[in-house]
């Protein structure tokens, strides 16, 4: 089994590598290898749609380690673009930063990707609960009277959201999303979206974690829909521990929130430059990210850092 203490405790801010760099967005440095890409996720850490001065150590290991795990676990049901996780499988150029990229880094297959954020949400929080108090909907979704903040919906519910390079991403109806892709493609990610986050939505019950919302992304490769990017990680998903959840309140969760709320209590007017994080914040969300690898992966079972 892999080991917690073989998280590295070292923070990697960014990379510099011998290939031509394909994108290098808030949390991933991406090379472009030609049909494929290199995604190194670094300890890079956003809040409030600016990237912090400060990282969290371990951060980017437990992003791929998690994406690798899902990627295996949801096969069954979408193909996605991971090719290997393995640093041996890297270009050769790149044999003298194995340690560095180890445990943070997937060669993946590169896809056209499709400009609309695949979002679930099973419970009522975030942007979906300040919505549902002004209108009683949630994307155009009329949702029953009287819910609380936190509340378990009737059922999931799809609510898509358009990709924004700068600034936040727009909450959208499924209309306007038929009107982005088309009506076949919008059905196809919408039922995608629906059995990723069911299946994953009882996995994680029976470890104690409730997921609450979560965010996929899909591409196009060989003309057919493929899962990529990241999945079910705490940067791209609501995960809340079952242990204390109570409705009608903010919920314990393993995710970016402990930072936002330390941000918000500084008063920063939320515009650039972000803050520095002091060392006991960046420890708490350390040990977060740590604790949501270790509960989320079977204890009996194991994540091979050479997953394929």
Excluded at 111 to 128: D, F, K, N, Q, W
Excluded at 265 to 284: C, F, M, Q, S, Y
């Amino acid at each position: 089994m892999l080991e917690i203490q073989e998280f590295d405790h070292s923070a990697v801010s960014s990379t510099d590598l011998p290939l031509p760099l394909y994108a290098r967005g808030k949390v991933r440095d991406i090379y472009d290898l030609g049909e494929t890409l290199l995604m190194v996720a670094t300890d890079r850490i956003s809040a409030f749609d600016c990237v912090l001065p400060t990282p969290i150590p371990g951060k980017g290991q437990v992003l791929t380690r998690l994406s690798a795990y899902w990627f295996g676990a949801t096969r069954h049901i979408v193909g996605n673009h991971l090719v290997t996780t393995d640093p041996d499988a890297f270009p050769a150029s790149l044999a003298s930063s194995r340690g560095l990229l180890a445990g943070r880094t997937m060669l993946v297959r590169k896809a056209r990707p499709i400009a609309v954020e695949c979002v679930v949400r099973g419970y009522l929080a975030g942007s979906a609960w300040k919505e549902y108090r002004q209108t009683g909907e949630v994307c155009g979704i009329l949702l029953p009277g009287g819910l609380r903040e936190g509340d378990r919906l009737p059922e999931p519910i799809f609510t898509p959201a358009t990709k924004a390079r700068h600034g936040h991403d727009e909450n959208i109806s499924f209309r306007q999303m038929v009107g982005l892709v088309g009506e076949d493609l919008a059905r196809e990610l919408r039922d995608l979206s629906l059995a990723l986050y069911t299946f994953a939505e009882g996995h994680l019950r029976a470890r104690g974690l409730i997921l609450a919302d979560t965010k996929f992304e899909f591409g196009i490769l060989e003309g057919k829909v493929i899962l990529i990017d990241e999945v079910l990680t705490p940067d791209s998903s609501r995960m809340w521990d079952a242990r204390g959840y109570t409705p009608g309140r903010a919920q314990v969760g393993f995710d970016k929130q402990y930072v936002r709320d330390y941000l918000e209590a500084t008063g920063w007017d939320k515009k650039p430059p972000a803050p520095p994080l002091p060392p006991e914040v960046v420890e708490a969300t350390r040990r977060l990210y740590l604790e949501a690898y270790t509960r989320i992966i079977d204890p009996t079972g194991s994540l091979d850092p050479k997953a394929r």
